[in-house]
């Protein structure tokens, strides 16, 4: 059974509008959750990282964290074409700190 | 600021070939990792290292092997490629001293097509 799971599978937006993407974990000992990036036909690039309860602003994107739940979500205002991506979840967990599981994605499609 | 190379780029193999993709990274980082991403979809773990010569299967390793002789390279072996097989196979590194150090640092990724 995945340990990260993602939705949606797909996310169709337009220029402007605000994206959501969610993400959970069905494992209790996970301890952070990291999102990243990966543009077609690109390598996957760390975006945002959450280690804690509440919320994260960088730029127009947002990271919420609800450790109880395990779930994070990520969300993008004012969402621009060049956001156009595979956008992976990824945990860690503290019984086996060296790998980072990943979810198997939400594709964002921003249309102009 | 470091990097991470593979190569080759892209890999066209036959069926039943071993194929072998590599990976050098300057970080001095002490994990290294083989992920598989089929099309559009998430990456599956295939092996990881936490020091040379340190080897531990992911959840993908079936038909793989790898090797890392030195701390700044890691090798994956496709030991017998599937006809029709199309994959990109991406190589990572990390501190792997967890927490805030968990995260990853990403090769560019070997285009694998098996005709």
């Known amino acids: 059974q995945q340990k990260v799971q993602q939705s949606p599978e797909s996310l169709i937006v337009p220029e402007g509008g605000m994206a959501s993407l969610n993400c959970t974990s069905s494992?209790?000992?996970?301890?952070y959750f990291w999102w990243y990036r990966q543009h077609s036909g690109k390598s996957p690039k760390m975006l945002m990282?959450?280690?804690?309860?509440g919320e994260k602003e960088e730029g127009r994107f947002t990271v919420h964290l609800n450790k109880a739940s395990l779930h994070t979500s990520l969300h993008i205002r004012d969402s621009q074409p060049s956001d156009s991506a595979l956008y992976l979840c990824?945990?860690?967990?503290?019984?086996?700190?060296?790998?980072?599981?990943f979810g198997s994605g939400t594709k964002l499609t921003v249309e102009p | 600021g470091g990097i991470i190379t593979q190569t080759p780029k892209f890999l066209i193999g036959q069926e039943g070939q071993k194929l072998t993709l590599k990976c050098q990274q300057n970080?001095?980082?002490?994990?290294m990792y083989w992920y598989r991403q089929d099309s559009g979809k998430g990456l599956r773990l295939i092996y990881y290292?936490?020091?040379?010569?340190?080897?531990q299967k992911g959840d993908l390793s079936e038909g793989y092997d790898a090797s890392r002789e030195k701390k700044s390279s890691f090798s994956l072996t496709v030991t017998s490629a599937q006809k029709n097989e199309m994959a990109v196979f991406l190589c990572?590194?990390?501190?792997?001293?967890?927490?805030?150090?968990?995260?990853?640092?990403f090769g560019s990724g070997t285009r694998l097509l098996v005709i």
């Open positions: 990572a590194s990390s501190m792997g001293t967890g927490g805030a150090n968990s995260d990853y640092t």
């Open positions: 494992d209790r000992n996970v301890d």
């Open positions: 990282s959450i280690f804690s309860n």
């Open positions: 990824a945990a860690s967990i503290w019984t086996n700190y060296n790998v980072l599981y």
């Open positions: 970080f001095n980082h002490d994990t």
């Open positions: 290292s936490i020091t040379e010569n340190d080897l």
